[in-house]
């Protein structure tokens, strides 16, 4: 039931996508749900064709996956930095990334879950996330950095990635009954990181009326200036 729950609740992005879509012309939300796409086709696969692919098959999908996954998200981050620094570590990183994808494709053998680069993605992408937020900090586009569509679409590859951490790096080195009982954690994280990414699909456009502004908990009353 929870596997049906997150694989269904890629559905919800990409509704709210096409239903405010002139809100998600920009800031590069086009790449998030392209990755939205993606997931959900890829779940929705394994779980039509599951007594039909063979762990070989298995691996190669989920390392393609793997690898569109970081595309996606560190193109959107990519496209939001404002420091070349940033911008630089960025790419850099992914090179190396890509590099060590290819020889882990070719020179792993007998698993059916890239483990390993699953898991240097995930710290990779947590890194940049905490550069992001760093970099908003630093240079606020406004009062309340929530308001904006991206800090909900950054939030929700942290609380993401952050969570299925560890499950990613023993992956390989745990039985599949183990799988069965530990899988769930991903599922739960999965669903909330579709419930924040419609969430920021929802949101207005910068520039524009906002759900959090800076009068979204009142003005204190006159009273509280005067000594």
């Known amino acids: ?36 796409m993606v997931s959900f086709l890829t779940d929705f696969s394994f779980e039509i064709f599951k007594f039909k692919i063979n762990p070989e098959l298995s691996f190669i999908i989920f390392s393609l996956f793997t690898v569109l996954e970081y595309t996606f998200f560190t193109t959107f981050i990519y496209l939001n930095f404002k420091k070349q620094l940033f ?15 290819i020889l882990s494709f070719y020179y792993t053998d007998g698993y059916t879950f890239d483990s390993l680069p699953a898991s240097i993605e995930s710290i990779l992408v947590i890194v940049f996330c905490i550069l992001f937020f760093f970099e908003q900090i630093n240079t606020p586009e406004t009062s309340f950095i929530y308001s904006t569509k ?43 990181k579709n419930i ?26 006159v009273s509280h200036y005067k000594s």
Do not use: H
Not at 2 to 31: A, D, H, M, Q, T
Not at 151 to 165: E, K, N, P, Q, R
Not at 170 to 188: D, K, R
Not at 198 to 212: E, H
């Open 1 to 36: 039931m929870l596997r049906l729950l997150s694989i269904y609740s890629g559905i919800l992005p990409i509704f709210f996508f096409f239903l405010y879509l002139n809100r998600n012309k920009k800031e590069g939300l086009w790449v998030i749900f392209l990755y939205v």
């Open 87 to 101: 911008r630089n570590i960025l790419v850099y990183s992914s090179i190396l990334f890509y590099t060590f994808c």
């Open 196 to 221: 924040i990414i419609t969430l920021a699909f929802l949101l207005p456009t910068s520039g524009s009326q906002n759900f959090f502004n800076d009068d979204f908990f009142g003005k204190p009353p």
């Open 150 to 192: 991206k800090f909900w679409i950054v939030t929700a590859f942290l609380i993401y990635l952050s969570g299925t951490l560890f499950l990613f790096v023993y992956a390989s080195n745990i039985t599949e009954n183990e799988q069965n009982l530990y899988w769930p954690i991903n599922y739960v994280f999965n669903i909330l």
